[in-house]
């Protein structure tokens, strides 16, 4: 009895003392850290908007949003910062171009200059990590490269690079070419029903589902048709997710049976399995066939499946993180390359000129034949035009590292744990590298190349810089320039009067209320 009393106080004791320590815990990152960290970024002339308490600035931020998210902006203003980040821009204006801000009890640093970020960026120490983002994130976008640290990140993308080579994107050509002339297929018809000449089209949607075509093409080659059905489930989860991306993320909050949290594991694991399945019938097809070539298929699900077989360690992934790697090919690859698309055929119908010269170019470059990845890349004007479409609506808004030890940045001391932001969005209208016209259209400014546009060779970061620069940048701009050249030889682009110009930040550079584009067929082929 006696010693049951004992245990029963121990018990009772060590209870209270582990509460005890949550409680401290809590309080230091709640009240404590802000507080101290508050001091410290003073002393060094950072300073930002008031902390509240477990909230952050985040309620500030939200307010902006919600305000700018009402504004309609004139169609040829570029000057966009004010309605994708109104929150970045208030603080800026108050606290300077380096200030510190709060993603609730998480602090951050926001930088737009090419000088700090190429620092960041280029680091090779492991100073600057890619944070570890809420399991919401995860869920949808994979734990897969672009999300991963240190040796399993070296592993990952070795794996993945061969994926993107020369060699493996001319063959991809052909694949990306078919999905598109089944869009313009569409077109045509839609035309035909509707017996007149032109027809409107929403562009972003349009692009959207010929970028989910494409990538799951390439991804999943045969098994195109099972895998567009993994990833409309994947684009279901994402949708999920990203509703609740802008409130108050509470650790541990994830495992509670709320009706949003059991919707979510219910997409999840449907996702998972079905990649799972897929995974799995590959294996069993390589093994019916005796697998006498050792070749898993010519695609970047055959390419991931071979890892998972190798002896090589270093050069092995297991069932979990090819499935995470299948996510994250979906996510990175198709929302992006949908935007750019999105908004050059904007900016080629607000800019007829442009729209001229980039068609002379290709029917000079390809003729009315369907471009290979060579003819592709003789097209200088339509690369100079989508890089300025990348700088003015960059379909990544920002970049993410979080400091995984006390470092310098520039003069700044910026403790362990602190995130940093580059915003893209400034970075690329600044009028002290990009000159008095940053916000107006130019492609010319790139006529020599992305380094010599701007007064520092890295005030242009669309597709990042550095060891983890995008790892589908040629895969992406090979899609474009494939898919534009195409356009470019049928149609000719005008705004649709219904336009309405609301670029607006939703994971990526959104048209909020879409680019209604009037479609006029050029040619009756
Ligand atoms: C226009 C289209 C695209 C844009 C603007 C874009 C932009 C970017 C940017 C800015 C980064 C760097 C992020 C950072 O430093 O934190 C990045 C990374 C990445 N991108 Fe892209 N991307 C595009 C298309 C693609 C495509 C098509 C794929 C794959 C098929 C892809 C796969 C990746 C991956 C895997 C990473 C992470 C690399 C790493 O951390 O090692 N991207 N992208």
């Not at 009393?5 to 582990?18: E, H, I, K, M, R």
Request: with cysteine; glycine share 6%.
């Amino acid at each position: 009895m006696m010693v049951y009393t004992y245990v029963g106080y121990f018990a009772a004791g060590l209870a209270v003392q582990v509460l005890v320590a949550k409680i401290l815990k809590l309080c230091w990152i709640v009240l404590w850290r802000p507080y101290a960290l508050i001091k410290s970024f003073e002393k060094q002339g950072i300073k930002g908007p008031s902390y509240s308490i477990l909230h952050g600035t985040l309620p500030e931020m939200k307010t902006l949003l919600k305000a700018a998210n009402e504004v309609i902006l004139d169609t040829n203003c570029h000057d966009i910062a004010q309605r994708v980040q109104p929150h970045y821009n208030r603080w800026s204006a108050e606290y300077g171009e380096v200030f510190l801000f709060w993603r609730g009890v998480q602090p951050a640093i926001r930088i737009a200059d090419p000088k700090l970020a190429k620092q960041i960026l280029s680091d090779k120490s492991g100073a600057y990590a890619q944070p570890q983002f809420d399991h919401r994130l995860l869920s949808f976008a994979g734990n897969g490269v672009g999300q991963l640290n240190g040796p399993d990140w070296v592993r990952h993308r070795s794996i993945l690079t061969p994926a993107f080579t020369k060699d493996k994107l001319k063959l991809m050509t052909k694949r990306m070419a078919a999905c598109t002339i089944d869009m313009i297929d569409d077109w045509k018809n839609r035309a035909r029903i509707a017996d007149h000449q032109n027809i409107t089209i929403e562009m972003s949607e349009e692009f959207k589902k010929l970028t989910c075509d494409v990538i799951t093409h390439t991804a999943f080659g045969s098994n195109y048709v099972e895998g567009g059905e993994v990833f409309k489930a994947q684009d279901e989860l994402i949708h999920h997710c990203v509703a609740t991306m802008a409130d108050l993320y509470i650790p541990g909050s994830r495992f509670l049976p709320t009706p949003s949290n059991r919707q979510m594991w219910k997409m999840e694991n449907n996702v998972n399995n079905s990649l799972r399945r897929l995974i799995q019938g590959r294996l069993e097809s390589a093994q019916a066939r005796g697998n006498l070539d050792g070749c898993y298929g010519d695609d970047v699900l055959g390419l991931l499946v071979e890892a998972s077989k190798t002896t090589n360690k270093s050069l092995k992934l297991t069932m979990d993180e090819i499935i995470d790697e299948c996510k994250q090919f979906f996510f990175s690859g198709h929302e992006t390359t949908a935007k750019l698309l999105t908004w050059t055929i904007f900016l080629l119908s607000l800019h007829q000129e442009w729209q001229e010269r980039l068609r002379e170019e290709v029917l000079t470059e390809c003729g009315m034949g369907i471009p290979d990845a060579d003819m592709v890349s003789k097209l200088k004007l339509l690369n100079m035009v989508l890089l300025e479409t990348l700088r003015l609506y960059c379909p990544v808004l920002e970049t993410l590292r979080e400091t995984s030890r006390a470092t310098k940045l520039g003069d700044f001391l910026i403790p362990k744990g602190v995130f940093i932001t580059i915003q893209l969005v400034q970075l690329h209208r600044s009028k002290e590298y990009w000159g008095e016209d940053a916000n107006d259209f130019n492609p010319l400014r790139f006529k020599n190349g992305v380094s010599q546009a701007a007064k520092h060779p890295n005030a242009f970061l669309g597709f990042g810089m550095g060891p983890r620069t995008c790892l589908g940048q040629n895969f992406a701009m090979l899609e474009v320039k494939l898919v534009l050249s195409l356009l470019l030889q049928r149609f000719s682009f005008f705004l649709s009067p219904e336009y309405k110009h609301a670029p607006a930040n939703y994971l990526t550079m959104e048209a909020q209320y879409g680019v209604p584009t009037i479609v006029k067929p050029l040619l009756s082929k």
